[in-house]
């Protein structure tokens, strides 16, 4: 059986695009692979957190996971600080890695341009990424298709590595979902949706309530056509609820259309706006029921003990192939 490894990270709550993005997906592959779904925590740190509410999303999102359909008898849901040979690997992986290609990386340009005190794990974080990956002997990862960057410096230094030093690592394949990859945001659909946006009805958070949710799709930015359609080019606000609404219902975008074919945005809204209410209704029911249970803990504990396992066999044969420690 081949190897998965995703992870999200815990800034705040996740959105209704890494939902449709990402964590939609995971479930269905339970059965087809073996799962490892990390909380990367500490790539979180690459910018400053408060200690507190760092720990509160761990935890939430861990809550999320399993709310979402993720199965701990399936998977290996665990924390990667909890497992110390994601560090330990992503040091080795940084030795390997040229600044030249991390600086090209786009998300460090993104995150770094215009600020005058930036974190030196901004530029390195890559590498701690591609040992989350490799330290699992990883088939196939997930990725929006923003992180495709990532993954191919992954399979460039796990290349590398292979060809250096001894051939240990699998070369990881991207697995992209062709449609919801990227859901944009409500108020700028020419961007994606972030859980960073500094406008708040930008954004649909999977905790939301069904207030919140309505009115932020009330006020989603469409145009003045007044016709449903899906055209990506010219009506970018409207494609993306077609979309949202597409995955949601399981309708094609033309069923959509047709269905909406003399109705304006008021209706299409507002029913836009039900079918996320009432994907998300179960989700958040699962979610406090184990937020703050014993049996999550009890997950996180039994998470973090199989992923040890398997992440510090990978660490050792990765030291022995640089010539570290002592060999026993």
């Avoid at 690459?46 to 509410?53: E, I, M, N, Y």
Wanted: proline share 4%; aromatic share 8%.
């Amino acid at each position: 059986m081949k190897t998965i490894f995703s992870g999200l990270q815990p800034t705040g709550t996740i959105t209704l695009g890494n939902y449709l993005g990402a964590l939609r997906h995971f479930p269905p592959l339970q059965d087809e692979f073996n799962c490892f779904y990390c909380i990367v925590d500490q790539h979180a740190i690459t910018v400053p957190q408060d200690r507190l509410q760092l720990r509160k999303n761990i935890k939430s999102l861990a809550a999320l996971y399993i709310a979402a359909g993720i199965n701990p008898e399936k998977s290996t849901i665990f924390i990667q600080s909890e497992v110390p040979a994601h560090a330990q690997a992503g040091w080795i992986m940084q030795c390997i890695s040229y600044i030249g290609e991390l600086e090209r990386m786009t998300q460090f340009k993104d995150k770094s341009q215009g600020k005058e005190g930036v974190s030196s794990a901004l530029l390195t974080y890559p590498p701690l990424m591609a040992a989350d990956i490799l330290l699992y002997n990883t088939d196939v990862v997930p990725v929006g298709d923003d992180q495709k960057q990532h993954l191919e410096l992954t399979r460039d230094l796990a290349e590398r590595f292979n060809k250096k030093y001894n051939d240990i690592f699998t070369i990881p394949e991207p697995r992209i979902s062709e449609v919801g990859a990227r859901i944009m945001s409500l108020q700028e659909p020419t961007k994606k949706m972030s859980k960073s946006d500094q406008n708040i009805k930008s954004t649909i958070f999977l905790l939301d309530d069904e207030k919140q949710i309505e009115k932020k799709i009330k006020s989603a930015v469409t145009d003045s056509e007044g016709i449903v359609k899906y055209d990506k080019e010219n009506k970018h606000g409207v494609s993306n609820l077609l979309t949202i609404y597409s995955i949601l219902s399981n309708k094609t975008i033309p069923q959509l259309e047709s269905e909406y074919e003399g109705k304006g945005y008021g209706d299409f809204k507002a029913d836009v706006a039900k079918v996320v209410i009432d994907s998300l209704k179960p989700i958040q029911e699962k979610y406090y029921e184990l937020l703050d249970s014993a049996l999550l803990d009890q997950i996180l504990d039994e998470g973090a003990e199989k992923a040890n396992k398997v992440a510090s066999k990978m660490l050792k044969k990765m030291e022995n192939a640089m010539g570290l420690g002592r060999k026993r």
